[in-house]
T-cell receptor, first 115, second 111 residues
């Protein structure tokens, strides 16, 4: 059973370009979470999605950031007009539900560098 | 919302000694407390978790304790080995809510 798959592993973008980060959850998991990690810091929640629905986007910046989890295909985190401060590791996690028997499993992240 | 504090931020131990990491949380509704280990260049890996109806859980050299009254929980690693060197994160979650992480503890096990 494959784990959470994220791609690309590394992404370099110039200021002003768009970044698209993809996440395929574990098989059977319908809940996806995105977290951001700055160097030497902890994991900050960004957004929680179920298929075709955004459940909680309280950690998402109001501008330039968006996320989706379509009925078919991976979840996408999109960052428009990137700035240097967007450089970070972005981690996706998935779970089969939100009850106590549904731990989050993380992918290995996408490391975004904005030049 | 939930706020999780984690201490210490760095921990250096001699191989074979024990390591203890402590966390406190603020939301009394939280009932799920996982611990993750993150190695360089990788994503967080779940190593153990505890639910609020349990006070202690052990898995080989790793144990977690939970004090719901005081709203704190701890990770204990016994007989540390060099491969235990990593960053460890505690987290807390209330039903239906997101997982909130502590700031992490960098553990270095010296041979």
């Amino acid at each position: 059973n494959a784990g959470v798959m994220q791609n690309p592993r590394h992404l370099v973008r110039r200021r002003g370009q768009e970044a698209r980060l993809r996440c395929s959850p574990m098989k059977g998991h319908s809940h996806v979470y995105w977290y951001r990690q700055l160097p030497e810091e902890g994991l900050k929640f960004m957004v929680y999605l179920q298929k075709e629905n955004i459940i909680d986007e309280s950690g998402m910046p109001k501008e330039r950031f968006s996320a989706e989890f379509p009925k078919e295909g991976p979840s996408i985190l999109r960052i428009q007009q990137v700035v240097r401060g967007d450089s970070a590791a972005y981690f996706c996690a998935s779970s089969p539900g939100t009850d106590l028997n549904s731990p989050l499993h993380f992918g290995n992240g996408t490391r975004l560098t904005v030049t | 919302g939930e706020n999780v504090e984690q201490h210490p931020s760095t921990l250096s131990v001699q191989e074979g000694d024990s390591a203890v990491i402590k966390c406190t949380y603020s939301d009394s509704a939280s009932n799920y407390f996982p611990w993750y280990k993150q190695e360089l260049g990788k994503g967080p890996q779940l190593i153990i978790d505890i639910r609020s109806n349990v006070g202690e859980k052990k898995d080989q050299r790793i144990a977690v304790t939970l004090n719901k009254t005081a709203k704190h929980f701890s990770l204990h690693i016994t007989e540390t080995q060099p491969e235990d060197s990593a960053v460890y994160f505690c987290a807390a979650r209330a039903p239906g809510n997101k997982l909130t992480f502590g700031g992490g503890t960098r553990v270095l096990v010296k041979p």
